[in-house]
T-cell receptor
């Protein structure tokens, strides 16, 4: 079975340009996460989806970041315009189910390394 | 808010020896889950071991085991018979009993000396 697929693996853009990341979760996984991992740090949650609904986007910088998960499957994370401080690895993860007593393993993709110059 | 602290930025161990990575966390919840993830240079986070807070027995997965001290809010990872392939960043992570994402520590870089 294929794991979580992310593209692109690497992206270099100039500041003020837009950028988008794509994630295809494991088939049947209802919950999808986007994390940002700064250099030398652990990942930090940006947004969590339950099917197509964003149920936790409190850490998403909404002035420049947006995300969508059409039909509850693939997801796209967009930054517009990008800033130098957005340079990081953006990780996507999915899990089968979430909820009280149902916290299951999250499977991660290989991430997209974004460099803003 | 929950926090996860890993106080060892880097650890080094000789191949075939045992190493313990430390993790402490802070939470007011009684139902939660703790994880250790491995992140090799490929960047993909790989689950090493998980522990449900309601279980008193420490989790074990082959050469990997944890020492879960709930009262002390401590969750250390022991790697026995270290292998070169164990070299990676190791992250301790917390998830609440509700529908939460993971809260990660800053990670420990594990070096295996041949």
């Amino acid at each position: 079975e294929a794991g979580v697929v992310q593209s692109p693996r690497y992206k270099i853009i100039e500041k003020k340009q837009p950028v988008a990341f794509w994630c295809n979760p494991i088939s049947g996984h209802n919950t999808l996460y986007w994390y940002r991992q700064n250099l030398g740090q652990g990942p930090e949650l940006l947004i969590r989806y339950e099917n197509e609904e964003a149920v936790d986007d409190s850490q998403l910088p909404k002035d420049r970041f947006s995300a969508e998960r059409l039909k509850g499957v693939d997801s796209t994370l967009k930054i517009q315009p990008a800033e130098l401080g957005d340079s990081a690895v953006y990780l996507c993860a999915s899990s089968l189910a979430q909820g009280p007593g149902l916290n299951t393993e999250a499977f991660f993709g290989q991430g997209t390394r974004l460099t803003v110059v | 808010a929950q926090t996860v602290t890993q106080s060892q930025p880097e650890m080094s161990v000789q191949e075939a020896e045992t190493v313990t990575l430390s993790c402490t966390y802070d939470t007011s919840e009684s139902d939660y889950y703790l994880f250790w993830y491995k992140q090799p240079p490929s960047r993909q986070m790989i689950l090493v071991i998980r522990q449900e807070a309601y279980k008193q027995q420490n989790a074990t997965e082959n050469r990997f085991s944890v020492n879960f001290q709930k009262a002390a809010k401590s969750f250390s990872l022991k790697i026995s018979d270290s292998q070169l392939g164990d070299a990676a960043m190791y992250f301790c992570a917390y998830a609440g009993g509700g529908a939460d994402g993971l809260t990660f520590g800053k990670g420990t870089h594990l070096i295996i000396q041949p």
